[in-house]
């Protein structure tokens, strides 16, 4: 017989005999008249796990699989086995409530292997994990390079212990910490699951490992993410925080079904990533200015664009930082709360309970706020809600999908808001993107030529005010390197580059007819405030960033330009 036919084979014994033990528990549980659970496929509260040990477990045939306050739910294999009976009445004894559950011996092996995500130096619950101090430490000292990180976790993956699974992860989130790394991601092949870092934007391997072992990574991050174990055709999302000694980093778990297996992205919320003055953002000083000037107003809206991951909401929250003070009241309606400002109201929206940005942002005009922040607006009763906000004295902050400033005013013309009133409301339009800083290290300078100092000269060239050209030079630029300061990417760090418009009366007149982004530039001219090319440009030319990183984020060929 081919290998493959009896493989296939074996297989459908396997399923068979399995099916044969819970049919069997199955039938059992009506004979001694208690519920029957399939533990094969049903979730298994850790905490729960906590009430019995291992040893007693499968000393006695039972597990602890969910708890409620006291009630504990036990699935047992044999109600009246004198040594389980006993073990019951110990439980009792020390307070709980027992729910006997019958179920098969499979049903039971799965739950004691769930005993390997008990770390003894870890406590684990729905919605977090506490790593003691010096542990965490000690491993972002120690995973300060991708090279040590990838040489950790396949060190982990060799070991033995019990605990393999728990160190891994730990080892994958100290080092993603230690990188400041703002997403982890877990992707399955068809013999391997690749381990990546978005650093800095952009997505770094480290490294490839079995499937076998992901299997089991993958429950643990859905029992701390409070997720169902046993549903694996549909998307998930939830979360888990890490406590640290002087802060709490909230983590945010997605899982979507893949080819193969599930694919897991995990989004490392830090407060001190996010948390970036105003004056270190990297906008034109000039830009600064005009920015610094319209959000000392008391009314109007403030709208920042662009897509996923270009820094919106952290330009927002320098924004709201930079205006607070004890005489104004804050509110923002966010999804997430990414970083937690002090003296300001902040709320969460949750789709689940019906509670929108909209339904937010209206409750919040009854909060009597002087400053809103409403994380993005979606659909025409939010955006209606909004304007109507900065219209009737509020100063109103939002962010918008568009791909630039001038992008703005159509888009919220098209979500039915009327341009007659669009210009009284939106003080400035903003756009922005986020590109790498080159390493101070090791960036290497060279001298423009070909077709290189053509873009940089076109773009150059079309800057009109050239009072912003004085103290650049515009013969060289630096390229990336690589050292091991900065993880041999060439690049440290991030730099927004950015462009405005602001609502004068050449906009104002434009608007009314209903125009392209191109004609909405054209009426921008006379502000003489740089585009996200001319900006990035000058950076290049500065040595803060480089050309080919430019291009990445921002398109160079563009006719504005």
């Known amino acids: ?51 019995i040990n291992k040893k007693d477990a499968e000393e006695h045939g039972l597990t602890a699989f969910d708890i409620i306050n006291k009630k504990l739910k036990i699935g047992i294999l044999a109600p009246k086995n004198l ?29 004691w292997e769930r005993y390997e995500d008990l770390h003894a130096d870890t406590k684990t619950r729905k919605g977090g994990l506490d790593i003691s101090n010096d542990e965490i430490l000690k491993l972002i000292k120690t995973t300060g390079s991708l090279e040590n990180i990838k040489n950790l976790v396949e060190n982990s993956l060799s070991e033995k212990s019990v605990y393999r699974i728990s160190k891994i992860f730990e080892v994958i ?29 952009v997505l770094t391997d480290i490294l490839n490992f079995d499937t076998a072992t992901y299997k089991r990574l993958l429950s643990r991050i859905k029992l701390l993410s409070g997720l169902k174990l046993n549903i694996t055709s549909q998307a998930q999302d939830g979360r888990f925080s890490i406590g640290l000694k002087d802060k709490e980093i909230e983590v945010r778990t997605s899982i979507l079904p893949g080819a193969y297996a599930e694919t897991i992205v995990l989004r490392i919320l ?19 200015q005009i920015l610094l000037y319209e959000i000392s107003k008391p009314n109007g809206m403030i709208l920042n664009t662009g897509p996923t991951g270009s820094g919106k909401t952290t330009t927002l929250y320098a924004f709201l930082k930079k205006i607070h003070q004890p005489g ?36 919040a005009l009854r909060q009597d706020p002087d400053v809103i922040m409403v994380g993005e607006i979606r659909d025409q009763e939010t955006a209606e809600v909004a304007v109507n906000s900065a219209l009737t004295g509020h100063l109103v902050f939002s962010t918008l999908h568009t791909n630039n400033a001038a992008g703005t005013f159509p888009r919220l013309i098209d979500l039915k808001i009327n341009p007659k009133i669009l210009t009284s409301a939106i003080n400035v ?49 630096w390229e990336a390197v690589g050292c091991k300061k900065c993880n041999f990417t060439g690049f440290s760090g991030r730099i927004g580059v950015y462009e405005a418009i602001r609502t004068d009366e050449n906009i104002e007149m434009v608007i009314q007819k209903n125009p392209s982004e191109r004609e909405i530039n054209k009426a921008a001219e006379g502000q003489n405030i740089l585009n996200m090319a001319q900006d990035g440009t000058i950076k290049i030319l500065q040595g803060i960033t480089s050309l080919t990183e430019l291009e990445r984020v921002v398109d160079l060929s563009s006719e504005k330009v």
């Not at 948390?275 to 034109?284: F, K, M, Q, R, T």
Request: glycine residues 4%; aromatic residues 6%; charged residues 30%.
């Open 328 to 363: 104004i009241k804050i509110i923002t309606i966010e999804n997430p709360i990414e970083y937690h400002l002090p003296g300001i109201v902040q709320t969460q929206t949750d789709a689940k309970q019906g509670y929108t940005f909209l339904s937010g942002l209206r409750s």
């Open 270 to 288: 830090d407060p001190k990533a996010i948390s970036v003055p105003l004056e270190e953002l990297g906008i034109h000083p000039r830009l600064l």
């Open 83 to 111: 040594k389980s009976r006993e073990y019951i009445e110990i439980l009792k004894r020390k307070g709980y409530e027992p729910e006997l559950y019958m179920v098969s011996q499979e049903g039971l092996n799965r739950a």
């Open 173 to 201: 989130l100290a080092g993603a910490l230690a990188t400041k790394a703002s997403d982890i991601h877990l992707e399955p092949e068809a013999d391997y699951v690749r381990l990546r870092y978005r650093l800095d934007g």
């Open 429 to 477: 339009a903003m756009a922005q993107r986020l590109t790498r800083r080159l390493c101070d290290s090791c960036k290497k300078p060279k001298n423009l030529s070909g077709q290189e100092k053509n873009k940089v000269d076109k773009i150059i060239n079309s800057i009109r005010d050239k009072s912003y050209l004085e103290n650049v030079q515009t013969k060289q630029t």
């Open 1 to 51: 017989m081919p290998k493959f036919q009896d493989e296939k084979q074996n297989l459908k014994l396997e399923e068979l005999r399995k099916q044969e033990a819970e049919d069997l528990a199955k039938t059992l549980s009506e004979k001694y008249n208690l519920p029957y659970i399939d533990l094969t496929i049903s979730p298994i509260n850790i905490e729960a796990l906590r009430i």
